[in-house]
């Protein structure tokens, strides 16, 4: 149990376009999911909290205009990146909480290249 | 603020051999939890193994195990009779009660080898 699914798990795309990744949990309905951001070797950086039917709460430094997130309902998150550009080439990681004694379920991530 | 310290960047253990890698963190809360996740070659994050700061007793997930340490903060993980598979980054995660986040620590990669 507790699968969650992240879509697509790799994208090439030119600078200036806008990608859409989706985050499911397939098993279990969540409240609250995770995007985090994982550069090369390093640790995984939360970007932003998202909450079913509210809007998302961002960490400091991620741009909120840049980073679109939508959880419209209890199994679907999804994060769109407006007008990529290189320096957001990186791995995104989507993760889903079932509820607040549970640990986070982790998508298998969404590479993202910008040529 | 809470932060998590790992200070093993790698690690390498003998196949069917013991390793144990490191996590300390910092807090002045009474009541959290701690984890440690895998992330092999495929990227997807796995959870391994969880403890309660309130529970005395440590965690134990069949080869893995943690030593932890209230008042030290330290939070160490086990892994006995290494096997191929375990080769991954191993990240120690801190979350505090009452907001779901994570902090994570910088990772360890551990190597097996053969």
């Known amino acids: 149990g507790a699968v969650v699914s992240q879509h697509p798990s790799w994208v090439i795309c030119k600078s200036g376009t806008s990608v859409k990744i989706e985050c499911r949990s397939l098993d279990f309905q969540a409240t609250t999911m995770f995007w985090y951001r994982q550069f090369p070797k390093q640790s995984l950086m939360l970007m932003a909290t998202s909450n079913e039917g509210s809007k998302a709460t961002y960490e400091q430094g991620v741009e909120k205009d840049k980073f679109l997130i939508n959880h419209a309902s209890l199994t679907l998150s999804t994060l769109t990146v407006t007008s990529a550009h290189p320096e957001d080439s990186s791995f995104y990681i989507c993760s889903a909480l079932r509820d607040s004694n549970q640990p986070q379920h982790f998508g298998d991530g969404t590479r993202l290249s910008i040529l | 603020a809470q932060t998590v310290t790992q200070s093993q960047p790698e690690m390498s253990v003998q196949e069917a051999e013991t390793v144990t890698l490191s996590c300390t963190y910092d807090t002045s809360e009474s009541d959290y939890y701690l984890f440690w996740y895998k992330q092999p070659p495929s990227r997807q994050m796995i959870l391994v193994i969880r403890q309660e700061a309130y529970k005395q007793q440590n965690a134990t997930e069949n080869r893995f195990s943690v030593n932890f340490q209230k008042a030290a903060k330290s939070f160490s993980l086990k892994i006995s009779d290494s096997q191929l598979g375990d080769a991954a980054m191993y990240f120690c995660?801190?979350?505090?009660?009452?907001?779901?986040?994570?902090?994570f620590g910088t990772g360890t990669r551990l190597k097996v080898l053969a």
């Open positions: 995660a801190y979350r505090r009660p009452g907001t779901y986040k994570y902090i």
